[in-house]
């Protein structure tokens, strides 16, 4: 089954009970039983729920996975995955990571005696001087929150294979539609569904995607002890905006594309960060992992200040000044104040990002439109 049929189809059939197409929203806590222990396949709802199960099929089969666990949040499914760890155990992490990651890491999970390295992963020599004996999981975000940088997911994961340690893919960034970490060899892939997967920034929630037995067992024991998981609405707003994910990535990647080269050329624009440029440290390995090179692009200014970053950024209307990415609607945001903002400031300029830094979530609209929104801004600086 190719991936756009995939995204209509995969793990679904119509209902049993009615027949209907769409899997319903089930708003249940609790399920009856024929006898103790005896039932249809469901008990209580922070367990299962059929429309998370119907969210969870679809979203093993897009990640050719064999098993999926949806949370109620990207951090929720992040948490979960960390809780295979114990006190004393090395986890390494790429040094421009998320900020919501990095403050889970160093402010939840160290105080426990979890230890976490944060190294440049562009390339594999970095990655292989990051190991230590107590390493048990290599933690990959590629392309990079913000800086875009990208990392060889099978080189990673056979590094981390000889060390038996596990690698994690967080396969925000390019989605599915763009990008399969498990065929790469890693062992688990998360994602905020609330980004490309939803689509439509209205749900908030999470997942981890694996074909590993025991990360999976892990997983449904954290989804029954410490229930973190997703509401059946934001489930259902999940199968729903999957079902266009491949017509909104590649309209996204192409509007993408053209304004990474616009900005580029422009004259009032300093350093543009897109793997799809050729000059892109990663680029090749971005074109031989990626279908597509993604709907992101940051960059700076040529007047290269927070000041200006600032002004600049009030003065689009079409991007929205805004938190998330990954929906419909095109948004501008500015890392250091918003989504890195948990990270220290001398941490963030050590790995490059600057508090001049502008990142783009390109969306579905009209390109001319976009431009033209840019261009205005740039024009009034």
Request: hydrophobic residues 35%; contains cysteine; negative net charge.
């Amino acid at each position: 089954m190719q991936f756009n049929t995939k995204t209509i189809h995969s793990g679904q059939q119509p209902e049993e009970t009615s027949g209907a197409v769409m899997p319903p929203v089930f708003f249940t806590s609790t399920y009856a039983q024929e006898a103790p222990n005896v039932h249809k396949g469901h008990e209580y709802a922070r367990v299962t729920n059929p429309t998370r199960t119907a969210l969870e099929k679809m979203l093993a089969g897009l990640e050719d996975a064999r098993y999926a666990c949806a949370f109620a949040s990207g951090c929720a499914a992040m948490d979960a995955l960390l809780k295979m760890l114990r006190p004393g155990d090395h986890v390494i992490a790429t040094n421009d990571i998320y900020g919501g990651s990095y403050r889970l890491f160093k402010e939840v999970f160290e105080p426990y005696g979890i230890r976490f390295s944060f190294v440049d992963m562009s390339t594999i020599e970095n990655i292989r001087s990051g190991f230590t004996p107590d390493t048990k999981m290599v933690w990959i975000e590629t392309p990079t929150n913000p800086l875009l940088n990208i990392v060889d997911i099978a080189a990673t994961a056979d590094e981390a294979r000889k060390r038996n340690a596990v690698t994690v893919v967080d396969n925000t960034f390019a989605s599915p539609a763009l990008q399969l970490p498990l065929n790469l060899g890693a062992d688990a892939v998360v994602h905020s569904t609330t980004k490309y997967l939803g689509g439509h920034s209205d749900l908030i929630g999470g997942a981890v995607c694996t074909s590993h037995d025991a990360i999976y067992e892990n997983l449904t024991f954290q989804t029954k002890t410490t229930g973190a998981v997703p509401g059946p609405m934001d489930c259902y707003l999940a199968l729903r905006g999957i079902k266009t994910l491949a017509l909104r990535v590649q309209r996204s990647c192409e509007n993408a594309r053209m304004i990474a080269d616009f900005l580029k050329d422009h004259p009032k624009t300093g350093d543009v960060k897109y793997p799809g440029h050729t000059d892109h440290p990663g680029h090749e390995t971005a074109r031989s992992q990626m279908k597509d090179f993604g709907a992101m692009v940051s960059f700076s200014l040529k007047q290269d200040d927070i000041g200006t970053a600032q002004r600049f950024m009030s003065n689009t209307s079409l991007f929205t000044l805004a938190e998330s990415l990954g929906g419909v609607e095109s948004l501008i945001s500015h890392p250091a104040s918003m989504t890195h903002a948990s990270i220290p400031k001398e941490v963030r300029e050590e790995a490059g990002l600057k508090d001049s830094l502008i990142r783009l979530s390109v969306g579905i609209e009209d390109l001319d439109d976009l431009k033209e929104d840019l261009q205005k801004a740039l024009e009034s600086l």
